[in-house]
């Protein structure tokens, strides 16, 4: 079986009695699939994100357990011979959002998020690539050369209920979701900055903040600049063969199934970061899905040994803030008037444990009050609250906790959610709008 990922990191996985049963077919991947001991751990509702789906349906068939044994069917020839295209293995997989809170939370780190990008890309291979996976997984192409005339359309369909019913006839976009517009400016890169008191930092402006929110990457300049850190932004290596157009971490293109095309931006963005990694400049993102993909995700696409130095050096914002004040970094913030927070965390944020650095750099405001809510998945993870066969589930996963917490808080309340999706969610929800941490540093500022 040729897979399209990269699975040798499971060769000598687990040496011993730590597999449960191999399939026959699979390879390492196979392998991948049998980590899972079966401690069904993914069936508790417990603290912590696993199992989403599950917590919504209570229901085993829809636990990390159960999609391992239908993994287990396909790999030893119990599907028939398609079985990537199989029902067994489409019901399965259905309401797996791609949180990893299994291999953070499993004891056996089931990555039940890789073996999912394996499945979908053997099924594009079988089927074909569908119409919805290849609109959104080519969004950040789609808003990089055509942005204005895509918020055009975004907006025109919001707002008439013929398109949208349209739009989910034909390309499964739920009617009842409005659907996030790019900005009506895009982030304009400045010149680079000379280097500040504390150096210069390298910032990873991604699709969500160059093309939708580009004050985020303006405000996190205003911060790494009060830092003390002069900044120049990623862009594309000199000999890319399309300069002109934004950096991709691929996210997108693997949480469809086009790995080949995830692997090629994956190798635009290392052919850019290359000088840095030479240097060993510190590279900073802003979106947890993205810049989490490089410490992860990256190793699975066979790009080389520079992924192993890229994890080294790449560093949420809040992560790389709260690594520098143990080296004599200070901000200079203000109170902000006793304002109350609540702070939600993107499930890759608390599958890679970067929630301390977030709590951390938090506390650095004076008089500052936040919580953090206890929650699992808000449910629209990437574009799986969008599909309209997923909406009743995506809402009911931001059901469970996260909603009718932002709800029953004061309206003067702050919200905090660094990502992308979880902003869409909750403000789709409740008509609140949370912010990203850059922008609550930057309006904590003393000194703008």
């Known amino acids: 079986m040729k897979t399209h990922l990269d699975?040798?990191?499971?060769?000598?996985?687990?040496?011993?009695?730590?597999?449960?049963?191999?399939?026959?077919?699979?390879?390492n991947y196979a392998k991948a699939v049998a980590v899972c001991m079966h401690n069904r751990e993914?069936?508790?509702?417990?603290?912590?994100?696993?199992?989403?789906?599950?917590?919504?349906?209570?229901?085993?068939?829809?636990s990390t357990e159960?999609?391992?044994?239908?993994?287990?069917?396909?790999?030893?020839?119990?599907?028939?011979?398609?079985?990537?295209?199989?029902?067994?293995?489409?019901?399965?997989?259905?309401?797996?959002?791609?949180c990893k809170g299994c291999k953070k939370e499993c004891p056996s780190a089931v990555d039940m998020t890789l073996i999912k990008t394996e499945y979908l890309a053997q099924k594009n291979d079988a089927h074909g690539v569908p119409r919805r996976a290849r609109l959104l997984g080519g969004l950040p192409a789609w808003v990089g050369h055509w942005g204005?005339?895509?918020?055009?359309?975004?907006?025109?369909?919001?707002?008439?209920?013929?398109l949208r019913r349209l739009a989910e006839r034909f390309l499964g976009l739920s009617a009842r979701r409005r659907i996030p517009a790019p900005a009506a400016h895009g982030f304009d890169a400045p010149a680079p900055d000379a280097d500040g008191p504390r150096g210069r930092v390298m910032l990873f402006v991604d699709t969500f903040a160059q093309h939708f929110e580009p004050e985020i990457a303006q405000a996190a300049i205003a911060v790494l600049n009060a830092a003390g850190y002069g900044v120049s932004i990623v862009r594309p290596a000199a000999d890319d063969a399309q300069p002109d157009r934004a950096l991709c971490c691929g996210r997108t293109y693997l949480s469809t199934g086009q790995v080949e095309k995830a692997r090629a931006e994956a190798q635009r963005v290392l052919a850019a970061l290359r000088p840095a990694l030479r240097t060993g400049l510190p590279i900073i993102g802003l979106e947890p899905s993205c810049l989490l993909s490089m410490r992860d995700e990256f190793y699975?696409?066979?790009?080389?040994?520079?992924?192993?130095?890229?994890?080294?050096?790449?560093?949420?914002?809040?992560?790389?803030?709260?690594?520098?004040?143990?080296?004599?970094?200070?901000?200079?913030?203000?109170?902000?008037?006793?304002?109350?927070?609540?702070?939600?965390?993107?499930?890759?944020?608390?599958?890679?444990?970067?929630?301390?650095?977030?709590?951390?750099?938090?506390?650095?405001?004076?008089?500052?009050?936040?919580?953090?809510?206890?929650?699992?998945?808000?449910?629209?993870?990437?574009?799986?609250?969008?599909?309209?066969?997923?909406?009743?589930?995506?809402?009911?996963?931001?059901?469970?906790?996260?909603?009718?917490?932002?709800?029953?808080?004061?309206?003067?309340?702050?919200?905090?959610?660094?990502?992308?999706?979880?902003?869409?969610?909750?403000?789709?929800?409740?008509?609140?709008?949370?912010?990203?941490?850059?922008?609550?540093?930057?309006?904590?500022?003393?000194?703008?």
């Not at 200070?330 to 006793?338: C, I, Q, W």
């Open 66 to 98: 159960a999609r391992v044994a239908a993994f287990k069917a396909a790999l030893n020839g119990e599907l028939g011979d398609d079985p990537f295209g199989s029902q067994v293995l489409a019901d399965a997989m259905d309401l797996c959002v791609s």
């Open 148 to 162: 204005q005339m895509v918020r055009k359309l975004v907006l025109l369909r919001n707002n008439s209920p013929l």
């Open 42 to 62: 993914c069936q508790r509702v417990t603290r912590g994100i696993m199992c989403p789906s599950y917590r919504i349906t209570n229901d085993p068939a829809h």
């Open 7 to 27: 699975w040798s990191a499971y060769d000598t996985y687990g040496i011993g009695d730590a597999f449960s049963g191999v399939p026959i077919r699979g390879g």
């Open 300 to 448: 699975s696409l066979a790009l080389g040994a520079e992924v192993a130095q890229l994890g080294k050096q790449v560093f949420l914002l809040e992560e790389f803030l709260a690594r520098e004040s143990h080296r004599g970094l200070t901000l200079p913030l203000k109170s902000m008037g006793g304002t109350k927070a609540l702070l939600h965390g993107h499930c890759h944020q608390k599958a890679f444990g970067t929630m301390k650095s977030m709590r951390k750099v938090l506390g650095w405001i004076p008089d500052f009050q936040f919580e953090l809510i206890e929650s699992s998945c808000c449910g629209m993870a990437g574009a799986f609250g969008l599909e309209a066969e997923h909406y009743d589930a995506s809402q009911a996963m931001a059901e469970l906790s996260l909603l009718p917490k932002i709800r029953a808080a004061e309206d003067s309340t702050a919200l905090i959610a660094n990502g992308f999706s979880c902003r869409h969610q909750i403000a789709d929800g409740t008509g609140k709008k949370p912010m990203h941490v850059a922008i609550l540093l930057q309006q904590a500022l003393a000194f703008p």
